[in-house]
C-alpha cells in the first residue's frame, strides 16, 4: 500500500481474512451472552477485547474520548433495558489526552482555525468537553455517577478500573 | 466460574494473558499511527479491530449505540485537532438493535418501570434515541452529517461502510 493511498483501501483484503475463519459466528444472538456492558476510551492504543479475552457476542462496548459514562448513558440504558446486560464496567488509562487537554486549550487550538467566526465559535463553546485531571478519581466519579443514576437499573453491578498502556495491565480501583 | 459469579471477575486472569505477549506495545504513541478514526456499533458481535485487522496504536475507534456519527461528535474533532487523524469510517450492522427499536417503544419499556413518576418520565424524554429505520440510509445520512459539520476538518475523508453479522463480511456504501 502506497503512502497516499487512504486507509480504508486496507478493510477489504483484512475483511477478507476475518471471513475466511468466521465459523459459526454467524448464529451468535444480539443480546450480550455475558449481561456485560464495557465503557472505554477510544484511544487507539486500547484494544478492549484482547486486553480483557472478550470474544465475539459476550460484551457490548461503548467507546468515546475519555471513556466518559455520561456521554455512553443512551447506549447504556438501551444495553440494559432492551438487551439484558446487568453489569457494567468502565475502564479509564494512564496517558490518556483527556487528561493532558483542557477545555480551554481544546476551544483555544479550534477557534484558531476560524479566527473571528462567531458562530464556528458558538459551535465550540456548545460543546462540553469532559476532561478530567485525576485519572483514579474520574473513574470513582464515574461509577458513582452511574450508580446514582435513575436511568441506570438498581440492581447493576457498576465497577471501575484502570489500564495501563505501558504494561497492558488492567488493575480494579472502584 | 460459577454462574453467579460477575462478569469482571474473569478480567484478570484474562487479562494476565494479554500481559505475557504484550511485547513492545508501551511504547506506542498517543496519536493513532494510521491517522484513522472509526465510528461503530456497540454490539457484542462486533470486533471492529479484528474484521478491519486494526493492531493497537493505528486507530481511534468510537463506539455507541448504533454507530450514530452525532454522537461521537465531540470525540471525532478531539481525535482531528488534537491527535492529527485525518480519515473516518462510518460503519453500522445488519439486524442493529437501532434498527428494531423505535423512541416510543423505547419510552414505553423506561417508563413502565416508574409508572406515575413525573421525573423519571422527563429524564426518558429528554435523552434522542438516535435510531433510524433504513441501514444504507443512515450510513449515507451519518457519511453527509459529516461532511457539512463545520468542526470536521474540510480535507478528511469520510466513507461509510455496513458490517454483516451473518457473514463478517463488510461493504462500501458511502
Redesign the interface.
Known amino acids: 500500500m502506497s503512502a497516499t493511498q ?3 483501501a ?3 483484503s ?2 477478507a ?3 475466511a475463519s ?1 465459523g459459526d ?2 448464529a ?1 444472538a ?8 464495557i465503557v472505554t476510551c ?6 478492549p ?6 470474544k ?10 475519555g471513556g466518559v459514562a455520561k ?5 447504556l ?3 440494559q ?3 439484558g446486560t446487568r ?1 457494567i ?1 468502565v475502564f479509564h488509562h494512564t ?1 490518556c ?1 483527556m487528561l493532558a ?1 483542557t477545555t480551554p486549550y ?1 476551544q483555544d ?2 477557534k484558531k ?2 479566527p473571528g467566526d462567531a ?2 465559535a458558538a ?2 463553546d456548545a ?4 476532561e478530567f485531571n485525576d485519572l483514579e478519581k474520574a473513574v470513582k466519579d464515574d461509577v458513582a455517577y452511574l450508580k446514582s443514576e ?2 441506570i437499573l438498581e440492581e447493576t ?1 457498576v ?1 471501575g ?1 484502570v489500564y495501563d ?6 488493575a ?1 480501583v472502584a
Do not use: C
Open positions: 487512504p486507509e480504508h486496507e478493510f477489504l483484512q475483511n481474512q476475518y471471513v468466521f459466528k454467524g451468535l444480539m443480546p450480550p451472552a455475558r449481561k456485560l456492558a477510544m484511544d487507539a492504543r486500547l484494544d477485547a484482547a486486553h480483557l479475552g472478550l465475539e457476542g459476550e460484551a457490548h462496548v461503548i467507546r468515546n474520548a456521554e455512553a448513558l443512551r447506549s440504558i438501551l444495553s433495558r432492551l438487551l453489569e464496567a496517558d489526552g487537554f481544546i487550538v479550534l482555525d476560524a458562530a464556528f459551535r465550540v460543546i462540553e468537553w469532559m435513575p436511568l453491578l465497577t478500573w498502556v505501558k504494561t497492558g495491565k488492567v480494579q
